[in-house]
């Protein structure tokens, strides 16, 4: 018999024949393949789920999902008219009903692996899977399974789509997407009566003393050390030995319990695992969760501080999150929570305060309409649409209303009400794709990750508005040979002020000494640790250090023509109109682990640059000659036994780093090629670049490098710094400078000039700036190239359409800044809690009508006391100039 389904809008229509019905768009339907990843949780523009009011449309050949309102979209565009309809129904379950860890499920395994976008307890509800197939633009419907009366391959594809596990387990085997699943010990785990309890501090390895790494087997009790890991958490093995010998399959590591969770390892499944009775499995061996912020530990992952060094953190926990406070939870536009996907608070701590800035809202969202529009085909792929549709889930307030007061009193009554707020799963994996640090379950550096972000937002910017203007400026900095006190004037381009913390400036500086000694008494005589004491700076110090001069290492007197003593000191050449303030709170322990600085202080509400803008070349100064260091290579590898002059601007080796390097175990050719590609930035950003190419074929392979074997006697003019004139630089370099505003035939002349490398060439470029009488009209700008990641001083940028507003004595080909008055309001600010940036959690405020929000992953409420004094990045937004 013949049976209307569906959504009564729809019109919706059964046909008679379903296979007369579907023979023409037979050839349209495909089975998926190995590699293709089908989107049956989140639609690709919006964060629309078969639980959603509308459910989700698969299309049956891109597999792409989407939401009702978008599908129509897909199908005019793609022509594409069989879709698979996907329903869940949640609801409650009705008095009486058998219980179950599960929700029970009318179809079976229909939706396998689907995410849901709400928070419930399995054991109160239930839900009901629909599945159909709809045919536009008619919305002819055909319910699933329907094996008798549709075509073999239909049925074969539709099986193939409702059984297709997660579109993110698809990705490498090491990315984050590979969701951690429950223990299947963790039910039945055996805990042996025997009496232990673990002290809150003071841990140490049973079998070997070590005193990080450390892990608890939940079966007896044993404190054992972990692997050693690459990441520098160290460890002897000794936890993996314990459970070879007695097969006690869980256990958790010591110094990461938080009542949000832990991290929690079956070495029976050889895998990182869930265990929802955690807090009981603790409990036995007298661990309260709840109780752990308060005993200094952290929720993050390879935290390698000692039990010694955990304590410092007490405060810090409950201080940042305001923690014992009734804060007020706030729903609507601009309220909208992040969900932790795990380690990924740095993403959305980052994302929350970029669109509270006006110019990304404009940018993304304003033009909501005409990006997803022109979209391409596979809109997951797409950078634009995808930082519109977070966007818009953060700014529509569709996912951040209020329960209504019926629920209200009964989620008060059992505390277990939890705002949706969006999961960004799709947006991580777009963003990290290729990354070897953001596409990990690891967690990251905020800074590092801002960044990275600004990059991405450069080079997708091409043709329209550019939102990450808003950052951009000219540091000027002025180097001075200490000996003939000459000076040289460069620019760079910059995204973030780095402020330093002077720990020697703290106003509380003997009471730091004092608990440092007590401190190293009590390590000494295996006492508790002192109550710790953290550093109070004044902001004043931290700008005064700011402007400080500092040594230059290996600084080459063009005067004097030798290595000489030389000093820098930093300045504005513009200001931003939004000022990013980093504090320079992290520093690199012996093990390669950012170690955090304990300190506060006291950031002001307004601030006022305007002392520090720079004044280029003053009256009685004397410039520095315009000449390079020639290097000297000994012989050449044809064997002619001479020495040569080569490039003065091919960087040197800093065999030192190499040897660093080398020193953990990568070959030494390719640590000298970390080093020299990294343009001897030092060795972290080297170790970086061995991570980002270790799976390159020539890895290992010796640094060529080119033009090197030039004949000594053909020494180029100074402009072109003995590179050939047919060397020609790749497209992407001159791509990358000249979409930052440089002519073409300058940045052409500058990449020669620096053998291709970007950094050396923009410095060139301001230093030789181009004469009047060689200036010609440049190419159209071209659209920004891949390059490599961003690093401290991230320059690789696209921008091709802003209105700019250039400071007086800028050079017109310049890159575009915005300049402007250095007066500043404070409207919001990252935090950070916890000891590396490689563990802990982010959370963020934001001033939103006056009143400050602190936003920590899902959660949104009204701050009562945002702690100003103990942020990691601020944000600063020009004030008018009345």
């Known amino acids: 018999s013949q049976k209307r389904t569906g959504h009564p809008s729809e019109n919706a229509k059964m046909a008679a024949d379903l296979g007369e019905l579907l023979v023409p768009y037979m050839p349209t339907i495909r089975v998926p393949r190995t590699g293709d990843r089908v989107f049956k949780s989140e639609c690709a523009f919006s964060y629309d789920s078969p639980e959603s009011e509308g459910g989700l449309y698969v299309c049956m050949n891109t597999f792409l999902g989407f939401g009702r309102e978008h599908v129509e979209r897909h199908y005019r565009k793609t022509g594409q008219s069989v879709y698979m309809h996907l329903k869940r129904h949640v609801k409650e379950k009705s008095p009486g009903a058998a219980g179950g860890a599960i929700p029970r499920r009318r179809n079976g395994k229909v939706f396998l692996d689907l995410e849901l976008n709400r928070d419930f307890n399995g054991d109160e509800y239930e839900c009901e899977d629909e599945a159909k197939l709809v045919i536009f633009p008619d919305h002819y419907e055909i319910p699933l399974p329907n094996i008798e009366e549709l075509p073999a391959l239909v049925t074969i594809a539709c099986d193939a789509v409702l059984n297709a596990v997660s579109a993110y387990k ?19 785990l055996r805990q042996l009566d025997n009496g232990v309890r673990i002290p809150p501090s003071g841990w140490k390895c049973q079998k070997c003393e070590m005193r990080e790494n450390l892990w608890l087997n939940l079966t007896d009790g044993s404190v054992l050390c972990g692997k050693w890991f690459f990441d520098g958490a160290g460890g002897n093995g000794h936890a993996l030995e314990h459970y070879k010998e007695t097969k006690f399959p869980l256990a958790v590591k010591l110094d990461n319990i938080t009542p949000d969770g832990a991290d929690i390892y079956s070495f029976d499944e050889e895998e990182a695992v869930l265990d929802p009775q955690i807090s009981e499995h603790l409990q036995h061996f007298g661990i309260d969760m709840l109780q752990m912020q308060r005993n200094g530990t952290e929720n993050g992952h390879h935290n390698t501080d000692n039990s010694n060094d955990a304590r410092p953190r007490v405060s810090e926990w409950e201080v940042i999150q305001e923690a014992g406070m009734k804060l007020k939870a706030v729903y609507g536009s601009g309220f909208t929570g992040i969900k932790n996907l795990g380690n990924s608070c740095y993403l959305g701590t980052t994302m929350q305060v970029l669109f509270s800035i006006p110019e990304f809202q404009r940018a993304y969202v304003g033009n909501l309409q005409r990006i997803f529009d022109y979209s391409p085909l596979d809109p997951t792929t797409d950078f634009n649409t995808q930082m519109a549709k977070l966007g818009h889930g953060l700014l529509s307030g569709l996912f951040s209303k209020p329960p209504i007061k019926s629920e209200l009193i009964e989620q008060v009554m059992k505390e277990e009400h939890k705002p949706k707020g969006i999961s960004p799963k799709m947006f991580k994996a777009l963003i990290s794709r290729g990354h070897p640090e953001f596409s990990s379950n690891r967690q990251q550096d905020a800074h590092e990750f801002f960044l990275h972000l600004i990059n991405l937002v450069e080079r997708n910017s091409a043709g329209s508005e550019n939102p990450s203007d808003v950052f951009r400026h000219l540091v000027e900095e002025r180097v001075q040979c200490c000996q003939t006190k000459r000076v040289r004037y460069t620019h760079k381009v910059d995204y973030v002020m780095q402020l330093p913390a002077p720990m020697e400036a703290a106003s509380n500086r003997e009471e730091l000494i004092a608990y440092e000694a007590k401190r190293k008494e009590a390590e000494e005589n295996m006492r508790a640790p002192p109550e710790p004491v953290r550093a109070r700076i004044p902001f004043t110090a931290c700008l005064q250090a700011f402007t400080e001069p500092e040594n230059v290492p290996d600084f080459w007197s063009s005067a004097l023509q030798a290595k000489s003593a030389g000093v820098k000191t930093s300045r504005f050449a513009s200001f931003p109109e939004y000022l990013v303030m980093q504090i320079k709170k992290f520093t690199f322990g012996v093990d390669w682990v950012p170690k955090k600085l304990d300190l506060s202080i006291e950031v002001p509400d307004f601030l006022d640059l305007s002392r520090f803008r720079g004044t ?51 070959p030494l050719e390719a640590c000298r090629k970390a080093v020299y590609y990294t343009g001897n930035m030092g060795p972290e950003m080297a170790f970086n670049w061995i991570i980002a190419h270790m799976e390159e074929p020539d890895f290992a392979e010796p640094l060529a490098l080119p033009s090197f074997m030039e004949p000594a006697t053909s020494m180029a003019s100074p402009g072109l710094a003995g590179t050939p004139l047919d060397n020609q630089p790749p497209e992407e370099s001159i791509a990358i400078l000249t979409s930052m505003g440089f002519p073409r035939r300058h940045t052409v002349q500058a990449l020669r000039a620096s053998n291709n490398n970007l950094e050396r060439a923009l410095d060139w470029i301001f230093t030789h700036p181009e004469r009047e009488e060689d200036e010609e009209t440049s190419d159209a700008l071209s659209d920004m190239a891949d390059t490599t990641e961003p690093n401290d001083n991230v320059f690789s940028n696209a921008n091709t359409n802003s209105d700019s507003t250039l400071s007086p004595d800028q050079d017109p080909s310049g890159p575009r800044v915005k300049d402007g008055p250095g007066r500043y309001e404070l409207f919001a600010f990252i935090s950070h809690m916890g000891a590396s940036t490689m563990s802990g959690h982010y959370i963020c405020h934001v001033k939103k009508e006056g009143r400050w929000v602190i936003f920590n992953d899902h959660k949104v409420c009204l701050s009562e006391r945002p702690p100003k004094d103990l942020g990691y990045i601020y944000f600063y937004r020009r004030l008018s100039s009345r």
């Open 170 to 188: 698809k990705q490498e085997h090491d990315s984050w997407e590979e969701e951690i699943q429950t223990s299947k010990h963790s039910r039945g």
């Open 616 to 666: 280029g070349l003053q009256a009685g100064e004397e410039e520095l000659p315009d000449l390079a260091p020639p290097i000297v290579l000994p012989e050449d590898t044809r064997g002619e036994g001479q020495f040569q002059l080569v490039s003065p601007l091919s960087p040197e080796i800093d065999e030192s780093a190499a040897m660093q390097l080398a020193e953990m175990g990568f």
